[in-house]
């Protein structure tokens, strides 16, 4: 069994470390909120501990340089079953170079908008 848990008291950080416990070692994961992404994390009620969840369980797809990690119904693990209707279809944003969460929100069909993307971020001129 995993454990996971929240390491950072900063808002502008996603610090957490997650456990094996028969062998007790570790490994810690560290991403930071543009201010874009604490706002909206905020304002749609997305807190921390629901982007941890779907950073570690949710499954991540490449593209227009970022990864687009995206939490399924499927995904959520049995001892998180409980908060199945508040974490499922949370898609998370992290810009591909530097682990910044750019932003995240909820979406009834988020694979299928995942995949219909264009692989290159176009720009508007």
């Not at 390491?7 to 070692?25: A, C, H, K, L, M």
């Not at 570690?56 to 209707?85: A, C, D, R, T």
Request: charged share 20%; aromatic share 12%.
């Amino acid at each position: 069994m995993k454990k996971t848990y929240n390491t950072s008291w900063n808002p502008f950080q996603i610090q957490y470390r997650v456990e094996d416990e028969s062998s007790n070692q570790g490994l810690d994961f560290l991403f930071s909120h543009t201010y874009h992404s604490i706002t909206r994390s905020s304002q749609r009620g997305i807190d921390s501990e629901k982007i941890i969840v779907a950073l570690e369980f949710g499954e991540v797809f490449y593209s227009q340089g970022m990864q687009w990690y995206i939490l399924g119904e499927k995904n959520i693990p049995n001892y998180l079953k409980h908060k199945k209707n508040q974490l499922k279809n949370t898609v998370v944003i992290v810009s591909g170079d530097t682990n910044q969460v750019i932003t995240c929100y909820r979406c009834s069909k988020p694979f299928k908008n995942i995949k219909t993307k264009s692989k290159i971020l176009q720009k508007v001129s």
